[in-house]
């Protein structure tokens, strides 16, 4: 299995998917790093956002809340009621607002309000995962990681470059076989490439620009 499609021409797909995703929507954290919000406390809040909540509303409620705080002194300060009532668009608001008032306030007493750029402290955090240190350490702290959502399990499997069961597998396995400084790049290229194209039902396969490189492994229908 590992042998059949283990010459995927990784590079080759992530130079045209390049042209591809220059006429689509950026990710979530991609497009609010462009926006300026990029210290690795701003990332940090807006992956937390996004968890289960779809970029067209991970962004301007993070816009909206970054209007009214954006430093872990500012989150502390605010009220709670109010925190959950500006994450209010995304799911699970309230839970969100308690972890992120839980954060601001340990960045206060153990960081001098400032989020350090270390992986072990931000696993440490309610509510923080494997997929959203790696985007504030890749993004914001340019600690090259690869950050692995759906889209990228997916799609690297598809192609055969991978063969794993989770995303956490999935980011293990990349760690190891694909190039260090296309780690950061693979999560901005990948997740419009798959909420637009190599999309989880029915991908679009005729038109894709990798067909003539991609075994579309256990893809059943497509478009
Ligand atoms: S050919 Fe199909 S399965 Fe392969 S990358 Fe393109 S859309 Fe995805």
């Not at 990332?43 to 991970?58: G, H, K, M, W, Y």
């Given at each position: 299995?590992?042998?059949?499609?283990?010459?995927?021409d990784?590079?080759?797909?992530l130079?045209?998917?390049?042209?591809?995703?220059?006429?689509?929507?950026?990710?979530?954290?991609?497009?609010?790093?462009?926006?300026?919000?990029?210290?690795?406390?701003?990332?940090?809040?807006?992956?937390?956002?996004?968890?289960?909540?779809?970029?067209?509303?991970?962004?301007?409620?993070?816009?909206?809340?970054?209007?009214?705080?954006?430093?872990?002194?500012?989150?502390?300060?605010?009220?709670?009621?109010?925190l959950?009532?500006?994450l209010r668009?995304?799911?699970?608001a309230?839970?969100?607002?308690?972890?992120?008032?839980?954060?601001?306030?340990?960045l206060?007493?153990?960081?001098?309000?400032t989020?350090p750029?270390?992986?072990?402290?931000?696993?440490?955090l309610?509510?923080?995962g494997?997929?959203?240190?790696?985007?504030?350490?890749?993004?914001?702290?340019?600690?090259?990681?690869?950050?692995?959502?759906?889209h990228?399990?997916r799609?690297?499997?598809?192609?055969?470059?991978?063969?794993?069961?989770?995303?956490?597998?999935?980011?293990?396995?990349?760690?190891?076989?694909?190039?260090?400084?296309?780690?950061?790049?693979?999560?901005?290229?990948?997740?419009?490439?798959?909420?637009?194209?190599?999309t989880?039902i029915?991908?679009?396969?005729?038109?894709?620009?990798?067909?003539?490189?991609?075994?579309?492994?256990?893809?059943t229908?497509?478009?």
């Amino acid at each position: 299995m590992e042998t059949k499609h283990a010459d995927f021409d990784i590079l080759e797909a992530l130079q045209r998917i390049r042209a591809v995703v220059r006429s689509l929507p950026p990710a979530a954290l991609f497009q609010l790093a462009e926006e300026g919000f990029r210290t690795p406390f701003e990332l940090l809040v807006a992956c937390i956002i996004s968890v289960r909540t779809r970029d067209e509303v991970t962004v301007p409620t993070a816009r909206r809340l970054f209007a009214r705080a954006r430093t872990p002194q500012e989150f502390a300060a605010l009220d709670p009621n109010e925190l959950a009532r500006l994450l209010r668009p995304a799911t699970f608001a309230q839970v969100k607002a308690q972890n992120l008032m839980v954060i601001a306030h340990r960045l206060l007493v153990e960081q001098n309000g400032t989020l350090p750029c270390n992986e072990e402290f931000l696993r440490s955090l309610p509510g923080v995962g494997p997929k959203c240190t790696n985007l504030v350490l890749g993004i914001a702290c340019g600690i090259p990681r690869v950050a692995v959502d759906v889209h990228v399990h997916r799609i690297v499997n598809r192609w055969g470059y991978v063969h794993t069961r989770t995303p956490e597998q999935t980011m293990q396995a990349l760690e190891q076989k694909l190039p260090q400084q296309y780690w950061v790049e693979l999560n901005r290229l990948l997740v419009p490439f798959g909420k637009h194209v190599c999309t989880g039902i029915a991908p679009r396969c005729s038109t894709c620009v990798l067909a003539d490189l991609c075994p579309r492994i256990g893809v059943t229908h497509h478009r």
